[in-house]
């Protein structure tokens, strides 16, 4: 087993203290195209709380969104409102004995930056940049870690194909630039961000399958694994930029970049041959969320990293299933441990794990009908804590 020190965390998505006003996802909101986000879990008042009770329950680690159209709500000029209040929410970790991993973009974006273009556009992710460098200057030292991009290539799904998140479209040349666009704002984040604390991808993975033995299935799942898998594993081992319906790209410094393999993990998946995705496998337990929390897919996810990716550390920068059925999480929460001690005793070099979420709130298109929290909106420990905090104790100390 590793004999590096391993974080147990959880998520603070983007949403937790409400959407922003300059938010592309604030003006959905108004329009009733989300469900209403409101305060979120009040996370914007009660951060010293909540950092104290996870401390409490033995997780000192926080993967925490910092919005970037609250900070930055028109372009290149930051308010110093916002930036004060992240200093103080920083001081309150501290406090608590937290160490908090930074997420410069989860959810939403701000409207400003998808009206130029967006990562899909050249010249617009200069502002990107800009945002990188505006919070690596102010707080950079002050972190444990970074994840500049939290799941960016099904961001993109759901924005440039689906169109059930902003911008809301349905356009797959759109969505090739979307995910070209993504890896090359996370080249540039590397590049900003190199040389402090580690910095970590992380892209929601899993294994996928073809839903039947047909051509047509199996081809859309080639397609599917192209897309949530091979593009970025080409980029960080050959520094290739692949996307399917875009020509090959030479970017040398994709090739080593990040310090640690971040995934998020909620399920494993089945295409159909019309290239719709479905829990996998056929017979498991469905969560309320649609996804289907198989503790073994988890396992194959870290093996496959590990093979694609070999020597490089590996984080499960997300992971939880979207569930009222608490005795269900805890029951997986024990099975999952289970499976992250075993990869670690087979060499996976593997640093954390983060909780998704911390305390019940807003979940994106989810809005607050599906509980992911350890914690309820009153913050009460679920029994699932217990659970968690005892299968630690006995697998990993």
Same mark, same amino acid.
């Given at each position: 087993?590793?004999?590096?020190?391993?974080?147990?965390?959880?998520?603070?998505?983007?949403?937790?203290?409400?959407?922003?006003?300059?938010?592309?996802?604030?003006?959905?909101?108004?329009?009733?195209?989300?469900?209403?986000?409101?305060?979120?879990?009040?996370? +914007?008042?009660?951060?010293?709380?909540?950092?104290?009770?996870?401390?409490?329950?033995?997780?000192?680690?926080?993967?925490?969104?910092?919005?970037?159209?609250?900070?930055?709500?028109?372009?290149?000029?930051?308010?110093?409102?916002?930036?004060?209040?992240?200093?103080?929410?920083?001081?309150?970790?501290?406090?608590?004995?937290?160490?908090?991993?930074?997420?410069?973009?989860?959810?939403?974006?701000?409207?400003?930056?998808?009206?130029?273009?967006?990562?899909?556009d050249d010249k617009a992710r200069v502002w990107w940049?800009?945002?990188?460098?505006?919070?690596?200057?102010?707080?950079?030292?002050?972190?444990?870690?970074?994840?500049?991009?939290?799941?960016?290539?099904?961001?993109?799904?759901?924005?440039?194909?689906?169109?059930?998140?902003?911008?809301?479209?349905?356009?797959?040349?759109?969505?090739?630039?979307?995910?070209?666009?993504?890896?090359?704002?996370?080249?540039?984040?590397?590049?900003?961000?190199?040389?402090?604390?580690?910095?970590?991808?992380?892209?929601?993975?899993?294994?996928?399958?073809?839903?039947?033995?047909?051509?047509?299935?199996?081809?859309?799942?080639?397609?599917?694994?192209?897309?949530?898998?091979?593009?970025?594993?080409?980029?960080?081992?050959?520094?290739?930029?692949?996307?399917?319906?875009?020509?090959?790209?030479?970017?040398?410094?994709?090739?080593?970049?990040?310090?640690?393999?971040?995934?998020?993990?909620?399920?494993?998946?089945?295409? =159909?041959?019309? +290239?719709?995705?479905?829990?996998?496998?056929?017979?498991?337990?469905?969560?309320?969320?649609?996804?289907?929390?198989?503790?073994?897919?988890?396992?194959?996810?870290?093996?496959?990293?590990?093979?694609?990716?070999?020597?490089?550390?590996?984080?499960?920068?997300?992971?939880?299933?979207? =569930?009222?059925?608490?005795?269900?999480?805890?029951?997986?929460?024990?099975?999952?441990?289970?499976?992250?001690?075993?990869?670690?005793?087979?060499?996976?070099?593997?640093?954390?794990?983060?909780?998704?979420?911390?305390?019940?709130?807003?979940?994106?298109?989810?809005?607050?009908?599906?509980?992911?929290?350890?914690?309820?909106?009153?913050?009460?420990?679920?029994?699932?804590?217990?659970?968690?905090?005892?299968?630690?104790?006995?697998?990993?100390?």
């Amino acid at each position: 087993m590793s004999e590096t020190p391993f974080a147990w965390g959880a998520v603070v998505n983007g949403a937790a203290a409400g959407l922003a006003p300059a938010s592309d996802w604030r003006a959905w909101d108004a329009a009733g195209r989300l469900p209403a986000c409101g305060e979120g879990n009040e996370f +914007g008042t009660r951060y010293a709380e909540d950092f104290a009770l996870l401390a409490e329950h033995g997780l000192r680690a926080v993967r925490l969104t910092i919005d970037w159209a609250r900070l930055v709500p028109a372009a290149g000029r930051p308010d110093a409102t916002e930036l004060e209040w992240l200093g103080q929410v920083l001081d309150a970790a501290d406090s608590a004995g937290v160490g908090v991993w930074a997420c410069l973009h989860d959810l939403a974006l701000p409207g400003w930056f998808l009206d130029e273009g967006g990562f899909a556009d050249d010249k617009a992710r200069v502002w990107w940049s800009r945002w990188v460098e505006l919070v690596a200057d102010g707080f950079g030292d002050r972190f444990a870690g970074w994840v500049p991009l939290a799941e960016p290539v099904s961001w993109a799904f759901d924005g440039y194909l689906l169109g059930v998140t902003p911008p809301g479209r349905r356009d797959p040349e759109q969505l090739a630039a979307a995910i070209r666009g993504v890896h090359l704002a996370w080249r540039d984040a590397w590049r900003i961000l190199r040389g402090g604390a580690p910095v970590a991808t992380s892209h929601r993975l899993g294994p996928i399958h073809a839903a039947d033995q047909t051509v047509p299935a199996q081809r859309q799942a080639h397609l599917a694994d192209e897309l949530l898998w091979g593009s970025w594993v080409s980029g960080l081992r050959d520094g290739i930029l692949r996307v399917p319906g875009l020509a090959e790209e030479d970017v040398a410094d994709l090739a080593g970049s990040g310090d640690v393999i971040g995934i998020a993990y909620e399920g494993a998946i089945a295409v =159909t041959a019309e +290239g719709a995705f479905r829990p996998y496998p056929p017979d498991v337990a469905v969560a309320e969320s649609g996804w289907a929390p198989w503790p073994e897919g988890l396992a194959v996810t870290l093996r496959r990293v590990a093979d694609e990716l070999p020597g490089r550390p590996v984080l499960v920068s997300s992971h939880g299933v979207g =569930t009222a059925d608490d005795e269900w999480r805890g029951d997986l929460l024990r099975e999952t441990v289970d499976v992250l001690a075993a990869a670690r005793a087979d060499g996976i070099d593997l640093r954390g794990w983060f909780h998704r979420s911390a305390i019940d709130g807003y979940e994106g298109r989810l809005g607050f009908s599906v509980p992911y929290g350890l914690f309820d909106r009153d913050r009460n420990a679920k029994d699932s804590v217990a659970s968690l905090q005892t299968a630690i104790a006995a697998s990993l100390g």
